[in-house]
């Protein structure tokens, strides 16, 4: 159980119990805009900042509503632009989420579980299970607080949910909280610049398709087949790859939005030449962008980040089969906040004595 406090966390509201609740105190319904406003737009951290609101009306809100549940624990910052917070939620469980700086971009990267239960052999954040799924509230909270970590001149412009846990498996939640994060009285980050990470569960990702096509979806495949996949990422065992890949097939039919498949490169693991041909064969056809990640370090795990002889022979294969492939650039590793390093930490209690 999820312990908040007594009271109901505004950013988790849904708009029936704001409008609910200023109706039962005669307010008219542009009150929840205004809150709306204040909070994604102008960026204030309190209620009492919400000066276009009566005094009494902002008073109420406060007694009635928490705004935010986490406190924020640690505050990192690496010299090329990343940012990563250390948030602790109300019952004590810990997350991070991580805003990065290219160019004009500034994306930010946010956790949908404590913890992750997919077990993949390489990346920190499934290394002691899953604890619970976020709330909505906790998700549009780890952004908003991102977002203050902002100068006034720079904006949000994309969303990546690839940090702690598997989105799909905590569905309903994270659509409600991007639903937020894409409209127009939210965030305003277009559908577009919003990116679902997904290890490839296919029944999830057919009701994404049903439900909701119109995010960026990227697949973490890392493998061409499944004797490798089932090592590296363990719930494939359950799935297999084919299965994922028509899955993600019928997302792009229904979104029309080219798919991204995610590979992490492991040096003498998955990144030698016959890889590349197995996973130009498995790709073929599709107009797919290839996102290759070389490995970052993760403390205790035994895999190597691969040479730039080996990344360079596993690209040309690619591109001599006509894929379109992307490198993704390191970023954050120097305060642990790049792909795969986020993870389930406590902060250390400091004793005294
Ligand atoms: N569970 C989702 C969301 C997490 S995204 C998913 O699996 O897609 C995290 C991305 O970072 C995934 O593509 C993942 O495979 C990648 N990643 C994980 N560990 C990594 C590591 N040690 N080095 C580089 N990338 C890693």
């Known amino acids: 159980m999820v312990e908040q406090g007594n009271k109901p ?8 119990t704001l409008n609910g609740w200023l109706q039962q105190r005669g307010q008219p319904m542009f009150r929840a805009r205004q809150v709306k406003k204040w909070l994604f737009e102008k960026r204030v951290t309190g209620l009492h900042e919400m000066t276009d609101l009566p ?20 505050h990192q910052q690496a010299s090329d632009g990343t940012e990563k917070l250390l948030l602790r939620l109300a019952d004590g469980g810990c997350i991070e989420c991580v805003l990065l700086r290219d160019g004009i971009r500034r994306s930010i990267c946010i956790s949908s579980q404590v913890g992750c239960a997919m ?29 203050h970590l902002l100068e006034p001149d720079e904006r949000l412009s994309h969303v990546v949910m690839m940090g702690m846990g598997e989105p799909l498996a905590n569905l309903n939640p994270v659509l409600a909280a991007l639903e937020l994060a894409s409209s127009s009285t939210g965030l305003g980050i277009s559908a577009r ?13 057919d009701r994404l398709t049903r439900t909701a096509p119109r995010y960026h979806l990227a697949v973490s495949l890392h493998a061409p087949n499944d004797a490798l996949r089932d090592q590296l990422v363990p719930i494939n065992r359950r799935v297999g790859v084919h299965r994922v890949i028509a899955a993600a097939d019928r997302y792009f039919e229904a979104s ?25 064969s498995l790709l073929r056809g599709r107009p797919a962008l290839l996102n290759v990640i070389p490995y970052n370090p993760v403390p205790g795990l035994p895999y190597r980040t691969p040479s730039t002889a080996a990344v360079q022979r596993f690209r040309e294969v ?31 209690v400091e004793t005294a004595g």
């Not at 005094?55 to 640690?74: G, H, I, N, S, Y």
């Not at 290394?127 to 977002?147: H, K, P």
């Not at 919003?194 to 990702?205: K, Q, Y």
């Not at 001599?320 to 406590?346: E, N, S, W, Y």
Request: glycine share 8%; with cysteine.
């Open 318 to 348: 690619l591109e001599r089969a006509g894929m379109v492939i992307k490198f993704r650039q390191r970023k954050g590793d120097q305060i642990a906040a790049a792909c795969g390093q986020l993870r389930r930490v406590t902060p250390r």
């Open 193 to 205: 610049r919003i990116t679902i990470s997904t290890v490839g569960l296919p029944e999830a990702m």
């Open 9 to 16: 966390h505004l950013l988790q509201s849904d708009p029936e």
């Open 119 to 147: 077990g993949c052999v390489f990346c920190a954040s499934g290394l002691d299970g899953v604890e619970r799924n976020l709330t909505s509230g906790e998700i549009l909270e780890q952004m908003l607080r991102l977002q």
């Open 256 to 280: 029309g939005r080219r798919l991204t498949f995610e590979y992490v490169l492991l040096a003498e693991v998955n990144d030698r030449p016959e890889h590349a041909e197995q996973l130009a």
């Open 55 to 74: 005094r009494k009306l902002r008073d109420e809100l406060a007694a009635d509503f928490d705004l935010w549940t986490t406190q924020v624990v640690r």
